[in-house]
Each structure stands twice: as C-alpha cells, then as structure tokens.
Nanobody, 122 residues
Framework: QLVESGGGLVQVGDSLRLSCTTS????????MGWFRQAPGQDRDFVAL???????NIGDSMKGRFTISRDNARHIVYLQMNSLKPEDTAVYYC??????????????????WGQGTQVTVSS
C-alpha cells in the first residue's frame, strides 16, 4: 500500500513536501517514483529514486524538485520549491519492483497510491 500526503493549496513561489508512506512491499529494493496528472492531461513523470539512491528529476522540475527516501521508515519524499501554477496536478507515488531501475515509464510501476492534490495559485 502506498499513501501520499502533504498536498494542498499554495501560492506561487511557495514550497511543499509530499510524503509517500509504504507498507507491504520490500521497500529497500524498489525504485520509487512520483508522477503527476493535471486535468485532461496524461500522467507524467516527475521524479524517481532507485534503491541505491540514484535520482532523476523531470526536465521542467530540475533545480526546483528533489526526491529522497528513508529506508528505515519506508517513506519517499518529494520536496517541491518555487512552485508554479503549471505544477498544479494530482501527484501520485509509485513503486517499480525492478532493482535500480531508472525507468520513467508508468507501465514499469506496479503499485500506485491514491494521489494527493497540489494546487498552486497565482
């Protein structure tokens, strides 16, 4: 089970930290990812972190977003700074069971959370 939290309504330039608390999976071995979906849009890649802590951030979010994981607590975080209106979306946490995978493809992620809404107001 993956449960996201930390979303909300913020102003342009604000920061938010999303959390994804997991259970029922061998967390240490999974690549964990964040995706987002705006209304009427596809679900797009945001960030990933592998089991050995390699990270990849989507192009439009580089320099603003960071991803991290706490293997002891089985939580993955998405720190979002300098938020823009175009960051408004439902943010989903996802788990990829392939060890050290760097895939950005949704189909490679076998488990998903229910999503948390992030709204950035101008």
């Amino acid at each position: 089970q993956l449960v996201e939290s930390g979303g909300g309504l913020v102003q342009v330039g604000d920061s938010l930290r999303l959390s994804c608390t997991t259970s029922g999976l061998l967390f240490d071995f999974y690549t964990m990812g964040w995706f987002r979906q705006a209304p009427g849009q596809d679900r797009d890649f945001v960030a990933l972190i592998t089991s050995n802590n390699n990270t990849n951030i989507g192009d439009s979010m580089k320099g603003r977003f960071t991803i991290s994981r706490d293997n002891a607590r089985h939580i993955v975080y998405l720190q979002m700074n300098s938020l823009k209106p175009e960051d408004t979306a439902v943010y989903y946490c996802a788990a990829n069971p392939k060890i050290n995978s760097v895939s950005k493809e949704r189909t490679d992620y076998s488990r998903w959370g229910q999503g948390t809404q992030v709204t950035v107001s101008s």
